[in-house]
Nanobody, 126 residues
Framework: QVQLVESGGGLVQAGGSLRLSCVAS????????MAWFRQAPGEEREFVAA????????WYAEFVKGRFTISRANAKNTVNLQMDSLKPEDTAVYHC???????????????????WGQGTQVTVSS
């Protein structure tokens, strides 16, 4: 079992930045594909970004390309999401997710991930 705990959310003005962190415990995640999803009130959970086991490949939703950067530190069992140029529409609960190998499929859907964190709230004011 893998437990995921997110941190780093908060309230920020439009145009500002936040850095989210996800710390894993229970097992080393160095072979896992990791991702961030978000869920706004009344909306379905949606894909934000993913990173492969080595950090050599990353994938982003179109609406965050050029603004968000996903990274990982396997030695620390952590995954980060640097969010810049934030917009009010980025307001949501952000969840960290982990997928056991192999990394097949689109890696962009909720059902492709095995473990989830409780989430951290990000609120962007206009």
């Amino acid at each position: 079992q893998v437990q995921l705990v997110e941190s780093g959310g908060g309230l920020v003005q439009a145009g500002g930045s936040l850095r989210l962190s996800c710390v894993a415990s229970g097992r080393m995640i160095s072979t896992y594909t990791m991702a961030w999803f978000r869920q706004a009130p009344g909306e379905e959970r949606e894909f934000v970004a993913a990173i492969n086991w080595s950090g050599g490949s990353t994938w982003y939703a179109e609406f965050v390309k050029g603004r968000f950067t996903i990274s990982r530190a396997n030695a620390k069992n952590t995954v980060n999401l640097q969010m810049d140029s934030l917009k009010p529409e980025d307001t949501a609960v952000y969840h960290c997710a982990a997928r056991r190998p192999p990394a097949v499929g689109t890696l962009r859907t909720v059902g492709e991930y095995d473990y989830w964190g409780q989430g951290t709230q990000v609120t962007v004011s206009s």
